[in-house]
């Protein structure tokens, strides 16, 4: 979906469109959620400090976060959705895969059902959607990005190699900020320059991802579409309106935590082995902080007594802006049965475009 959360603030206060909307808080503390076309114009973007954002465009427009409203339009879009495939890995309210092989339509064209998918959710919700299309999630991911907002494009199995060599390696999804810049340094800028490096020469500089970048830029990527995405952990985490440097303090906002970690790990019916403490210091520097105990876990106090010897394993180095709790090595993630609607998974992907 394009510019998700801005989009319908705008789709539902007609007062709204065509000006520069945040989704997010306003306050000195705030981080924007989304932003509108029109604040994107002026660099606003999602994670960023609302401080930064009203700097860079003055006239930003802060709306405050509805995710209700966002579910349950992202509810009718999946419905739209299944209507061609059950083969469909939801990523977030505003993103999905979807394996059209075996369509509910026979449709032949992946690249038309993309685009009768993108204007059936402009008929049902009024919002606009963009769509990449190829023989992978990987290129797909990355062609989606390609003629946003209200577009779509589509990389042919025979472009896919001059595709991605001429991109820039900071296009690649999964390349983030760190390890472009470390890329840049060992003389990688596109997918091109990616290509000469050799699989032991990748590994050796960037661990287990190096056997990643070596097999995507060859447009090898072998992970299927999973209908019924696994959850792999569950967290909350709060932003303080000041920051904290009393550790007394810091176990009442982790105890509020604990507490809405309970309700969601009670709500998802999930429990979990490994509890992980994240520390936003005032100089917006991250730290986590993980232990594993031999039993699962889902009730506040032991999340809560687990939480407060990993705040006290050391000494805060700053004062502390956000705290956070997270539980992953979930009891979800034992292996399971394939569901009856995956039996032909072998056959995605191998159709005409």
Sequence with gaps: MDAFYASVEQLDNPELRGKAIAVGGSSERGVVSAASYEARKYGVKSAMSSVIAKRNCPHLIFVK??????????????????????????????????????????????????????????????????????????????????????????????????????????????????????????????????????????????????????????????????????????????TFNENISSEIFMLERLENIAEEIERRLKKSKVAGKTITLKIKYSDFTLQTRSKTVSFYISSKELILENARELLYQEKMKDSVRLLGISLSNLNTDKSEKKPKEEKEIEVQLKFEF
């Design 65 to 238: 976060t509805r995710f209700d409203r966002y579910r349950e339009i992202s509810q009718r879009i999946r419905e739209i959705f299944y209507e061609y495939t059950d083969l469909v890995e939801p990523l977030s309210l505003d993103e999905a895969y979807l394996d059209v092989t075996e369509n509910k339509k026979g449709n032949p064209s992946a690249s038309l059902i993309a685009k009768e998918i993108r204007e059936k959710i402009k008929e049902k919700t009024g919002l606009n959607a963009s769509a990449g299309i190829s023989i992978n999630k990987f290129i797909a991911k990355i062609a989606s990005d390609f003629n946003k907002p209200n577009g779509q494009k589509t990389v042919n199995p025979e472009e896919v190699e001059e595709f991605l060599e001429v991109l820039d390696i900071r296009k690649f999804h999964g390349v983030g900020k760190v390890t472009a810049e470390k890329m840049y340094m060992l003389g990688i800028f596109t997918g091109k320059d990616l290509k000469t490096k050799s699989l032991d020469y990748l590994t050796e500089k960037f661990g287990k991802s190096g056997a990643h970048y070596f097999n995507v830029v060859r447009g090898i990527h072998l992970s299927e579409v999973k209908p019924n995405r696994i959850r792999k952990s569950l967290g909350a985490e709060r």
